[in-house]
């Protein structure tokens, strides 16, 4: 293991001036009455109580570092600007404030499942958050806090925040095609399946869908005069501009979903170039969100050995 | 930027009730520790103290039960009673102020403290109300450690210490949400780790000297006035009643030392014991001198006419102690604060030469012989403080001077009468002589460390001597005889040896420093500890203290009888009432433990208690129950084996009782039937049982 593998997470007191120069004084004038009263007891309980001051006020540097905070569940999709969860287990009881992305502060109990809501900002893909934990423990005197990076069990994809788009980024060509609807017809390609509704054929029921939803389902075919969409995303460059662009191109996505259109979406993930039809809404947004720069790219996988400890 | 008003109305937000009941019960402790401590050591008078006892419990539980919704009309109530009572402690505070003594702000301080935890105990619904209370009660706790002189202090602090880390712990918890208790596992390391710190520290710092901070204490108890001017033992059954003589053979009880008394009968046989009859704190430890004598008879210790004077010191405390004749230079202050536990002689103790007395009499009396006596009674509970300036000057100043006396000195009734010998004493010049010789002493330093090392060579100590015969001179038995004794037969020997080479020596009495207490930063002076040493005077130097008692060996003691009296002694000193209490509670809830634990064990109807009798029966017959059969089927079994009729039948009943859909309701006469196959199966183990320890005893006999 590597030395900064090894290297122990750093701790520091939350705001230490005022309580540590209280008990300076307290314990300055408990010393000075102790002498000027010429009482050994004053002293021994002076004594006893700096020891009390000293286990609550550098107590919490040691329970922090021997602290383990794991995730053992998370949501796996989510928005941007939506909270999402995360289910975590401390060893004893701490405060955990999500820093990257940020969210709401919560308190955990020792070995029981907490929740930990998560708000995060932009798109992306998370495999870890980094918080800051607290604790005062075992008098609660003083909080101390160390910034730890937790893995997640499985990476969170945030989706882009719908927007409507201004202008629609279509490819060159068939931004006709795209203004028109689909028309929807009992032969041709599959486009899907859906519920069944009065007067729909018989001869169209999709069996396996039937049967695995519960509930009748048929076939959904579109002619070959339905050409699909293809919404080319180029998520490459600054944040906030990809950012925009994300929403917007999810935005437009949706519109377009909700009006039956087929979309292909043209993105570069990982520096591949991936072309392919959206199915809904959901994978719109994964694709998205794992399109062009992750902007918690450097959140990354933990170190091993500092992760969650 | 937030306005003054703001932060107060934010500071005097409510915040969220506390659920806690450990919190709250751990507080409770807390509080009535401290306030327990400040009645256990005189600064709460006991009423108060069950007033806030009760108070404080009465007031937590109706704090518990309306945390939710606490009343603004009892806040408004309790604010208002608060007011009163700082509006009455300051003014106890000014009306004691002329006095200037720190017992005088302590006492209003602890009564302060323990009406605002009464009034304060019915407004404390959340987190920070209860930490307010366990920070008050920390400071009740330092008040009454102020005044605590003894040990028995210590299970006060331990309850507080306890509670209040207890008390933080659930605070902690709460703080987190967790409902739960804080684990003993951590609670006992947090403990152990205060307690490592304390210790450090009480070893670190210096212990505290005698109080200076404001005036130096001093305070009675009760005041007896005494007639005259002599000095009243404080041993007989009033303590104003003058002391009674001693009788030589005759043995003398605890505390009641009569050598203070006047005179020192050396015939006397003392049996003093360990009770703490004082407490001192002092800047350093010394000879505790009471008086000195300087006329020897043979047998005991008198004053002469010049010692016996006396002179009244008028004008109440601080008094200012003239300087003896023959003081010698004035060194260090050494500030000493006494406290009496025990009847006490009218005489005022202190290291060397007093120059200062704080002590609540109008006047004192000041002897020749050196003594300070007081008017009144000293009686326990009385504190005194007496200011001494040391002239003890180190064995190598003192072996460098070769100085004789100045004539006009010699000539002085004091050194005359330290020189004087009620006869010549040849024996015992020879033998000084002799060793004064032997050790080639030319100064008088070199003198008395000569005949201190003889003594220490050929005497041992022992207060258990035969009585001395009448008409018997005491150095004489002492130094010739059995050459066993005490401080007072090896203190005289000194003097007078030292006399007969025409050196001023005189007999001096008072008390050792007992075993130094860390915790209250005191010497326990116990009974035992009344000494006698030897003063010698040198030129330029006064009278100097010498003890050759610590030169002398112990005699071979009883081992049983000293283990004995050792743990007599340390059993006597642990504080009986706490333990007591704590042990008794521990019984008690042991008890209550167990009874219910026997009661849930116990089986339920009478049937269960049947099948149990069966089985224990069936077990003494041999015949035990095996762990795969079924009841009607050891019923059966043991039918046949014992035999027992209509065993399998009862059995079977209790079976149905037992396991049948209906909840168990048996037929009628069941009950009667197993009652009467029970104390078959009872008959028949028992003669069983007879007949097989019958057949063991003709076995062995057979054997044998």
């Known amino acids: 293991m590597s030395p900064a593998a090894r290297r122990r997470p750093r701790c520091a007191p939350d705001r230490p001036a005022l309580p540590v120069g209280l008990a300076v004084a ?18 021994a309980v002076g004594a006893l109580v700096t020891g009390l001051v000293l286990v609550g006020m550098l107590g919490p540097r040691f329970a922090l570092r021997r602290l383990v905070v794991e995730v053992t569940d998370s949501d796996r999709d989510g928005t941007a600007g939506a909270p999402a969860v995360l289910e975590l287990v401390a060893t004893s009881s701490c405060r955990v404030t999500p820093l990257r992305p940020g969210g709401a502060p919560t308190s955990l109990a020792a070995r029981r499942p907490g929740r930990l809501e998560l708000a995060p900002e932009n798109r992306g893909v998370l495999s870890a958050v980094t918080v800051r934990l607290s604790s005062a423990a075992p008098l609660g005197l003083l909080w101390w806090s160390s910034t730890r990076r937790l893995e997640l069990p499985t990476p969170l994809v945030v989706a882009p925040a719908e927007e409507a788009a201004e202008r629609l980024p279509l490819a060159a060509g068939e931004a006709e095609e795209a203004a028109g609807a689909a028309e929807l017809t009992d032969a041709g390609v599959l486009r899907g399946v859906r519920g069944y509704e009065v007067g729909d054929s018989p001869r169209q029921v999709h069996w396996p869908s039937t049967a695995h939803t519960g509930t009748l389902m048929v076939r959904e075919s579109e002619t070959e005069r339905d050409r699909p969409v293809k919404v080319v995303a180029d998520l490459l460059g600054e944040v906030e501009a990809t950012e925009r662009l994300a929403s917007e191109a999810m935005g437009t996505i949706g519109s377009l979903l909700a009006a039956r259109r087929s979309v292909i979406l043209e993105t570069i993930e990982d520096g591949v170039v991936v072309v392919a039809q959206v199915a809904d809404a959901r994978s719109a947004g994964r694709r998205l969100a794992r399109a062009g720069t992750n902007p918690w790219a450097d959140l990354g996988p933990p170190s091993p050995g500092v992760g969650g400890r | 930027m937030t306005t003054l008003a703001e932060r107060v109305r ?74 009163g009572v700082f509006a009455f402690f300051v003014d106890s505070i000014l009306s004691a102020a002329h006095t200037g003594e720190l017992a005088s702000i302590e006492v209003p301080l602890a009564g302060l403290f323990s009406w605002v935890q ?82 450090m520290l009480l070893v670190v710092l210096p212990a505290p000297r005698a109080a200076r901070g404001l005036s130096l204490p001093a305070s009675l108890t009760s005041y007896l006035p005494l007639v005259g001017s002599g000095i009243v033992n404080g041993s007989g059954p009033h303590a104003t009643e003058p002391a009674r003589a001693g009788k030589p053979g005759g043995r003398i009880g605890v505390g009641g030392y009569l050598g ?86 009218n005489l005022l103790f202190g290291t060397s030469q007093a120059s200062e007395v704080y002590f609540p009499s109008r006047s004192l009396v000041v002897g020749n012989d050196g003594s300070i006596r007081t008017p009144v009674a000293i009686t326990p509970g009385t504190v005194y403080t007496v200011v001494s300036v040391d002239n003890e000057v180190s064995p190598a100043t003192l072996a460098r001077d070769h100085r004789p006396i100045e004539p006009a000195i010699a000539d002085s009734p004091s050194i005359r009468a330290a020189l004087q010998l009620p006869y010549r004493y040849p ?278």
């Open chain 1, 26 to 43: 307290l314990l300055l004038v408990w010393g000075a009455v102790a002498h000027a009263s010429g009482s050994g007891w004053v002293q």
């Open chain 2, 10 to 83: 934010r500071a005097n937000a409510p915040t969220p009730p506390e659920d806690s009941v450990m919190f709250r019960v751990a507080t409770t402790v807390a509080v009535l520790a401290g306030i327990l401590a400040a009645q256990s050591v005189g600064e709460l008078n006991p009423l108060l103290a069950l007033l806030a006892t009760v108070t404080v419990c009465v007031g937590m539980a109706f704090s518990y039960l309306t945390r939710a919704h606490p009343h603004q009309w009892v806040k408004l109530v309790l604010a208002l009673s608060v007011l």
């Open chain 2, 118 to 199: 009464m009034i304060h105990a019915f407004d404390v619904p959340s987190r920070r109300d209860l930490l307010f209370s366990l920070a008050a009660a920390t400071a009740l706790v330092t008040i009454a450690g102020a005044q605590a002189v003894s040990g028995s202090f210590a299970p006060y602090v331990a309850v507080w210490l306890v509670a209040t880390l207890i008390g933080l712990g659930c605070s902690w918890r709460s703080m987190t949400g967790e409902r739960r208790a804080p684990g003993a596992r951590s609670l006992l390391g947090a403990l152990l780790v205060v307690f490592l710190v304390a210790l």
């Open chain 2, 260 to 345: 203070f008394q006047g005179p020192l009968d050396t015939a006397n046989r003392q049996s003093l014991g360990n009770e703490v009859v004082m407490r001192v704190r002092a800047d350093r430890p010394g000879y505790f001198l009471g008086l000195t004598y300087d006329t020897w008879n043979g047998q005991s210790w008198l004053h002469s006419r010049t010692d016996r004077g006396t002179s009244i010191l008028p004008g109440g405390s601080p008094f200012q102690i003239p300087a003896r004749p023959l003081a010698g230079p004035q060194g260090s202050q050494n500030v000493q604060t006494f406290y009496v536990e025990k009847p006490l002689p």
């Open chain 2, 427 to 704: 024996r015992v010049h020879a033998l000084a002589r002799s060793i004064v010789r032997r050790a080639h002493a030319r100064s008088t330093e070199a003198v008395v460390q000569a005949l201190e090392g003889w003594i220490g060579a050929h005497t041992h100590y022992s207060t258990d001597i035969p009585p001395l015969r009448p008409g018997e001179d005491a150095v004489d038995e002492f130094l010739f005889g059995n050459r066993t004794g005490y401080c007072e037969q090896i203190s005289t020997a000194l003097a007078v040896m030292l006399r007969t080479l025409h050196i001023p020596a005189r007999e001096a009495i008072g008390y050792v420093p007992g075993p130094f207490d860390p915790l209250s930063s005191m010497y326990e002076i116990q009974a035992k500890d009344a000494h006698a040493w030897v003063q010698v005077y040198f030129p330029g130097y006064g009278w100097q203290n010498f003890d050759p008692t610590a030169e002398v060996p112990l005699a071979p003691p009883n081992a049983g009888m000293a283990l004995l009296a050792e743990v007599g002694r340390r059993l006597g000193r642990l504080p009986w009432t706490p333990i007591g209490s704590v042990a008794g509670a521990g019984v008690l809830a042991a008890g209550a433990t167990s009874a219910e634990r026997r009661r849930r064990r116990r089986p339920k109807g009478w049937a269960a208690r049947a099948v149990l009798r069966l089985e224990r029966l069936g077990a003494r017959a041999g015949e035990p129950r095996r762990p795969t059969e079924t009841l009607a089927e050891y019923g059966s079994r043991l039918e046949a084996a014992l035999p027992a009729p209509h065993l399998a039948a009862a059995t079977a009943a209790l079976e149905r009782r037992a396991y049948a859909r209906d909840g168990g309701r048996s037929a009628p006469g069941d009950a009667d039937l197993v009652r009467a196959a029970l104390a078959a199966v009872s008959a028949r183990s028992h003669r069983l049982t007879r007949w097989r320890r019958r057949a063991q005893t003709k076995a062995r006999r057979a054997r044998s």
